[in-house]
């Protein structure tokens, strides 16, 4: 297949002029050798939004992005209209089209720079990019905990505890389990750190994988392969408001841990970490 040169711009949400702050809402995607102009915006499921600017009346945003659907729906009519009539020939009304959109404004929706991908399929590609950059479809608690675990390395090192820390898999013949940051001695585990991200948009995925490291711990040292203390550094939905769900449930499954003998201290608390791995 073909493999054509598309436009695109991100649709960011700033409600507020003053701080510069935004959120990514949407995409806008231009393909002009087809004429094909798709877009596609956080409509349902902003909550994360909406508690990110929660001073912000919630129907702001609601209105906001309906205005915004409606005008480029509008537009989209106008290029398929002027693509018919004129029998897919360039004429004036293109040019310059997408420029024209995103076109900076003084207005609470904004547009970042024009982008540029090559692609068989734009309506694909549209999807493929809206998941990224607003359904952030990269930041699973796999990447999250690697970052987690980069942050305490460096901690660590700072402080010149890395060498007494490293990375093994404690195990028997029937079970194992692998973590970052293992103190060794006597052939069992003395010291454990695992960083744990705690942050899922959803408050039955946190409650869940917080249960599973409480029962790699209780397994381990159900089997005498645990010799001392673990610390759990954790991060939870730093984008959720207090009475949110996910942060009951946050709250809920750090006691769940702690109730297990394990100990558990937000990842920004360096002194914390710094002191467990210290002893």
Same mark, same amino acid.
């Given at each position: 297949?073909?493999r054509?040169a598309?436009?695109?711009?991100?649709?960011r949400?700033?409600? *507020?002029? #003053?701080?510069?702050?935004?959120?990514?809402?949407?995409?806008?995607?231009?393909?002009?050798?087809?004429?094909?102009?798709?877009? &596609?915006?956080?409509?349902? &499921?902003?909550?994360?939004?909406?508690q990110?600017f929660?001073?912000?009346?919630?129907?702001?945003?609601?209105?906001?992005?309906?205005?915004?659907d409606?005008?480029?729906?509008r537009?989209?009519?106008?290029?398929?209209?002027?693509t018919?009539?004129?029998?897919?020939? #360039?004429?004036?009304?293109?040019k310059?089209?997408?420029q024209?959109?995103?076109?900076?404004?003084?207005?609470?929706v904004?547009?970042?720079?024009?982008?540029? !991908?090559?692609?068989?399929?734009? #309506?694909?590609?549209?999807?493929?990019?809206?998941?990224?950059?607003?359904?952030?479809? =990269?930041v699973? &608690?796999?990447?999250?905990?690697? !970052?987690?675990e980069k942050?305490?390395?460096?901690?660590?090192?700072?402080?010149?505890?890395?060498?007494? =820390?490293?990375?093994?898999?404690?195990?028997?013949?029937? *079970?194992?389990?692998?973590?970052?940051?293992?103190?060794?001695?006597?052939?069992?585990?003395?010291?454990?750190i695992?960083p744990?991200?705690?942050?899922?948009?959803?408050?039955?995925?946190?409650?869940?994988?917080?249960?599973?490291?409480?029962?790699?711990?209780?397994?381990?040292?159900n089997?005498?392969?645990?010799?001392?203390?673990?610390?759990?550094? !954790?991060?939870?939905?730093?984008?959720?408001?207090?009475?949110?769900?996910?942060?009951?449930?946050?709250?809920?499954?750090? &006691?769940?841990?702690?109730?297990?003998?394990?100990?558990?201290?937000?990842?920004?608390?360096q002194q914390? !970490?710094?002191e467990?791995?210290?002893?």
């Amino acid at each position: 297949m073909t493999r054509l040169a598309c436009q695109y711009a991100i649709v960011r949400f700033m409600p *507020y002029i #003053e701080t510069g702050e935004f959120a990514n809402v949407g995409i806008l995607l231009w393909a002009p050798k087809t004429h094909y102009l798709g877009f &596609k915006l956080l409509r349902r &499921k902003h909550a994360r939004i909406t508690q990110f600017f929660e001073e912000m009346d919630r129907g702001v945003y609601l209105k906001t992005m309906a205005n915004l659907d409606a005008e480029l729906n509008r537009v989209q009519s106008m290029v398929r209209d002027a693509t018919y009539q004129f029998d897919n020939r #360039e004429y004036g009304f293109h040019k310059g089209l997408f420029q024209e959109l995103i076109r900076p404004r003084e207005t609470i929706v904004r547009f970042s720079e024009q982008r540029a !991908v090559l692609t068989e399929n734009p #309506e694909q590609t549209l999807r493929d990019l809206y998941d990224h950059y607003v359904g952030r479809n =990269f930041v699973t &608690k796999e990447y999250q905990e690697t !970052v987690l675990e980069k942050g305490v390395r460096r901690l660590l090192e700072q402080r010149d505890l890395a060498r007494r =820390f490293t990375k093994r898999r404690i195990e028997d013949q029937l *079970y194992g389990v692998t973590f970052p940051f293992v103190e060794q001695g006597d052939d069992k585990a003395i010291r454990i750190i695992k960083p744990l991200f705690l942050g899922q948009p959803d408050s039955t995925a946190i409650i869940e994988h917080g249960g599973r490291w409480k029962l790699k711990v209780e397994q381990l040292r159900n089997r005498n392969l645990l010799a001392g203390p673990v610390l759990f550094p !954790v991060q939870g939905p730093e984008d959720a408001a207090p009475s949110n769900i996910r942060t009951e449930a946050f709250r809920e499954t750090q &006691k769940a841990l702690a109730d297990a003998d394990i100990q558990v201290v937000l990842h920004t608390d360096q002194q914390k !970490v710094l002191e467990f791995a210290a002893r």
